[in-house]
């Protein structure tokens, strides 16, 4: 577990995706022309293009992290409550809400419509509420970020430099977070978009490779056992044994159903996507169909949460599990040990040229979930209160 454990066929599979994705942000420079095509593309995006983005932002790396983390603790039992959000995404979608009234404002991002709504102080207050939760975000999003490629590729967790000890996950933080800020800069939410799209699109395909791969890697039968092993009253299988957890119960799925409600078309960070599509149908049906794709890419993550689980509780892979143990042996904190469990076992299961495809599934959701990110937090300090106050 000490170097990077990549062959140049995983290389190959992620550098040269990551290549076409950066030549595609670089070509999409010529149609920045104003502050409607950094802020909205120029309002001309479809629904198609729209909701594979979108999609690919809502299921970035941390996600996928957290996911992994939440199945190494309740298995599948929590799955079968965990679809209902999906399904009250999908049902607000079908009335509209918010998406017609926000889009015949013609407004370029959420705060400005809080300012037709109500107030020039509402929207100031509001820019800086954004700016500073953006802040504290990415105080912690990054760092998950980096550190699940440290643990994936069995990079050591500290390195020399001058003298001095440096943990590796800061250094891969900072050319991920400087790759993510050049994506933004290209071509504002144009570039953003149009790369989300693409990468989501390279993902999928990546994640029905990895899935199948698992399947032939994987018998039934070691997954049927390791989703088993749970003790009396705390199955991994039984949906009505998550009472008996102390982190992922029924108080859990009802508080990810209140914020499902509470947030739904508020998310700021997402500002650019809700004003770029062509008008507001175009915006509806995108929110129809991402929370369909969001099913899809669920699965997908289900499929590969149970590979990772089946290293780490199957007694065929005693080795690789006992490895994963003495990776994160040394770490001292329990959090990161049990959010890199499932990661460090992935790395350890997937052969060559699949564990590139895994690889890039997670380097391409970061660096979309971050560009994202950074246009929506960044411009709003500049949009909604420098120039208003500049009238």
């Known amino acids: 577990m000490r170097g990077m454990n990549l062959s140049p066929l995983d290389i190959a599979v992620i550098s040269i995706p990551l290549a076409v994705v950066l030549g595609v942000g670089l070509v999409l420079r010529r149609y920045l022309h104003g502050v409607a095509d950094f802020l909205a593309a120029g309002r001309c995006a479809g629904r198609f293009l ?4 979108a999609g690919e932002t809502a299921v970035g790396l941390v996600t996928l992290v957290v996911a992994l983390e939440v199945f190494s603790k309740a298995g599948l039992s929590l799955k079968f409550w965990d679809n209902s959000t999906g399904l009250l995404s999908l049902l607000l979608g079908l009335f509209g809400l918010v998406i017609y009234r926000f889009r015949e404002t013609r407004a370029l991002t959420f705060h400005q419509f809080f300012e ?5 102080g509402i929207r100031v207050f509001s820019s800086f509420l954004n700016v500073f939760s ?15 490629f440290v643990y994936f590729l069995g990079m050591p967790p500290e390195f020399a430099l001058l003298g001095w000890t440096m943990p590796t996950f800061i250094p891969v933080m900072l050319a991920l977070m400087a790759l993510s800020l050049l994506m933004t800069l290209m071509g504002g939410q ?20 990895v899935a199948v791969a698992l399947l032939l890697t994987l018998s039934y039968s070691q997954m049927h056992d390791a989703m088993l092993s749970g003790a009396e009253g705390q199955s991994y299988i039984n949906p009505f044994d998550i009472g008996g ?11 990810g159903l209140a914020l499902t409600l509470y947030t739904y078309r508020s998310y700021a960070w997402q500002q ?6 062509r008008n507001a149908h175009e915006s509806k049906m995108a929110g129809i169909l991402s929370s369909w794709r969001g099913f899809g890419s669920s699965a997908m993550l289900t499929m590969i949460s149970i590979g990772a689980f089946t290293v780490l ?11 994963v143990k003495e990776g994160l042996a040394g770490i001292g904190n329990p959090q990161i040990e049990t ?7 992935l790395g350890l299961l997937l052969a060559p040229g699949i564990k590139g495809c895994f690889c890039a599934i997670g380097l391409f959701g970061l660096l979309a979930s971050q560009a994202t990110m950074l246009h929506g937090y960044g411009s709003t300090i500049m949009q909604d209160v420098i120039l208003p106050g500049r009238k």
């Open 245 to 255: 957890r102390a982190d992922f119960d029924g108080w859990f799925i009802l508080f």
């Open 116 to 120: 037709m709504r109500y107030s020039k």
């Open 134 to 148: 953006g802040l504290l975000n990415f105080g912690v999003q990054p760092a998950v970020g980096a550190r699940f």
């Open 272 to 277: 650019g996507f809700a004003a770029a599509a």
């Open 339 to 345: 959010q890199m469990s499932m990661p460090m076992a």
């Open 50 to 53: 729209i909701c594979t983005a």
């Open 190 to 209: 144009i570039s953003v978009m149009v790369t989300d799209c693409l990468e989501g699109l390279i993902s999928m395909v990546f994640y029905l490779i």
């Open 313 to 323: 509780h199957h007694p065929d892979f005693a080795a690789q599990a006992q490895q």
